[in-house]
């Protein structure tokens, strides 16, 4: 009995740990989805995530507002959404190049700004876990089961998922989101109907940026509520092959950012149990997960026509 007990309390915890890690990757890969929705693939992503984790953690580290925080990450990350917009639209620089020299940069950038302006790891106090109660002596988390399975995560996870329905409708239902999916699919179409294109380009590649910029500040301000260096550690990259395995779909991207999370949480609680399993092969899952995704051969059919193509107008 007490070994059935244990086995269900491992079970939930890998699933709650599960739901809760994949917060940053849900940012991520949505606001990815809506870049290379609109034809820009942008690489920069994990520089963008670290520079908004920093900016983010040092505006609440000042002035203790945690909304501020978000905010701040926000802004950092609309304005490396921009620079990756004018290099990769307006320059028309090959983007996966652009897009490495923008994760280089965040990288370098926010190390320099941790060493410079922290000098050491500090902490904060990073957003609780909301409580939502019917009455004083009954909360939703003291459901059994499913309470500490859904219940009792921050409003930065319950954001993220709330995202997921939000990004589907704006990309299927909405005006602009057929102005994304043309300039994805076919510029020369949508420009010969009055669209226009690299707007649309800057907007969408901009919004993939400030998303990726609250991705960052999800892990300094939610998850571990410090600013270490190089604390993404490959997230970025994940979250740009995710919207691979998503087939560019928000649904297929919660699906598959559920699906990382899970491996990852399953690696930690195998290390916290201490069982036989090599550390750095548990380490490694996420990210043969990644590559195993990547090699689908059917997905590539699945891709917007027009992506990593630069657009301008009468050239065909």
């Not at 059919?301 to 301008?312: D, G, H, N, R, V």
């Amino acid at each position: 009995m007490t070994h059935e007990l244990t086995v269900m309390a491992v079970f939930l915890g890998v699933i709650h740990s599960g739901i809760r890690l994949a917060t940053p990757y849900l940012y991520a890969a949505l606001g990815e989805t809506f870049a290379q929705r609109s034809g820009v693939l942008n690489l920069g992503v994990e520089g963008i995530m670290l520079m908004g984790a920093f900016f983010g953690f040092f505006t609440v580290f000042q002035t203790g507002n945690l909304l501020l925080g978000v905010l701040a990450a926000a802004a950092i990350g609309i304005v490396m959404g921009l620079i990756m917009s004018v290099v990769s639209i307006t320059f028309q620089a090959q983007q996966g190049i652009s897009g490495i020299g923008l994760f280089m940069f965040g990288l370098g950038m926010s190390s320099l700004l941790f060493k410079t302006m922290l000098g050491t790891v500090e902490g904060i106090n990073s957003f609780p876990e909301l409580q939502v109660c019917l009455s004083e002596s009954f909360c939703m988390a003291d459901i059994p089961i499913i309470g500490d399975i859904f219940f009792g995560h921050s409003i930065m996870t319950y954001g993220a998922y709330l995202l997921v329905p939000i990004s589907a409708w704006i990309l299927n239902k909405t005006t602009w989101g057929l102005k994304i999916r043309s300039a994805g699919q076919n510029p020369e179409a949508a420009d010969s109907l009055g669209v226009n294109v690299n707007a649309v380009r800057y907007a969408s590649v901009t919004l993939g940026g400030a998303l990726a910029g609250i991705a960052g500040a999800s892990l300094s301000l939610s998850l571990l509520g410090i600013f270490q260096e190089n604390m993404t550690n490959g997230i970025g990259f994940i979250a740009v092959a995710l919207v691979y395995f998503g087939s560019w779909r928000p649904l297929g991207v919660l699906v598959g950012a559920l699906l990382f999370s899970g491996v990852n949480a399953l690696q930690l609680w195998a290390q916290v149990l201490g069982l036989p399993i090599p550390s750095n092969i548990a380490v490694m899952l996420p990210y043969v997960l990644t590559i195993v995704a990547l090699a689908l051969p059917f997905r590539r059919s699945l891709q917007p026509a027009a992506l990593t193509k630069p657009f301008e107008r009468g050239e065909n």
